[in-house]
Structure formats: structure tokens, C-alpha cells
Nanobody
């Protein structure tokens, strides 16, 4: 599985972005997730989805401004971020695992990673 993210950028606070992740290789019925890592901080889970099934999980209270979705026809997973805040500034990574999805996303449990897409909020 290869993952390629895009759709990050620099935006003003209050704006929205929708990074996307295109997966090559096996895509259906796989747990795919978005993580983010801010400078000087650990990588943290944001949201996960079981592709082809629609089961969705959000870390903590992130379902308030984050929306994960998929387009099976395009092997693509999206992460819509609304009402962006400066503290959302981070590298956003797409990840996939053969394990089951669960709300407490653990970095070590994901075998496949993209290179990341930078989101900067000012």
C-alpha cells in the first residue's frame, strides 16, 4: 500500500481545508486514519475510517471540527477541517493498517504511512 497526501496549505484562522489521501494497492475494508504532528509534539491520531464500510472513529473531541470521509471509486480518504485554529498547524499524515480500527489510534499499529501534507494556520 502506498499513500500520497495532498491538499494542505496556509490559511487564516476560521478557514477550512480538506486534505486528501490517495491509496494505491489494497484499499477496500481497510482501516485508514489521519494523524497530525505539530512541531515539538508527538504524532497524534485525529480520525479513522474503515473503507468500504463507513465505520468512523474520532480521537477525543475532534469530531467537532474534523470530518473524515472516503471515495471508494478514487481510493481516496479525505479529512475536512473546519474553523481552523493556529493550534491546528501541523504536518498531517495519512496511515493505513491491517488491524481493526479503534478510536484510540496508536501510531505503532499503523504499518503504512504517507509523506504528509503541511497545514499552517495564521
Amino acid at each position: 500500500v502506498q499513500l500520497v497526501e495532498s491538499g494542505g496549505g496556509s490559511v487564516q484562522a476560521g478557514g477550512s481545508l480538506t486534505p486528501s489521501c490517495v491509496a494505491s494497492g489494497y484499499f477496500n475494508k481497510r482501516c485508514m486514519a489521519w494523524f497530525r504532528q505539530a512541531p515539538g509534539k508527538e504524532r497524534e491520531g485525529v480520525a479513522a475510517i474503515v473503507t468500504g464500510r463507513g465505520n468512523i472513529y474520532y480521537a477525543g473531541s475532534k469530531n467537532e471540527r474534523f470530518t473524515i470521509s472516503e471515495d471508494n471509486s478514487k481510493n481516496t480518504v479525505y479529512l475536512k477541517i473546519d474553523s481552523l485554529k493556529p493550534e491546528d498547524t501541523a504536518m498531517y499524515y495519512c496511515a493505513a493498517t491491517r488491524r481493526l480500527c479503534r478510536p484510540n489510534m496508536v501510531v505503532a499499529e499503523f504499518e503504512y504511512w504517507g509523506q504528509g501534507t503541511q497545514v499552517t494556520v495564521s
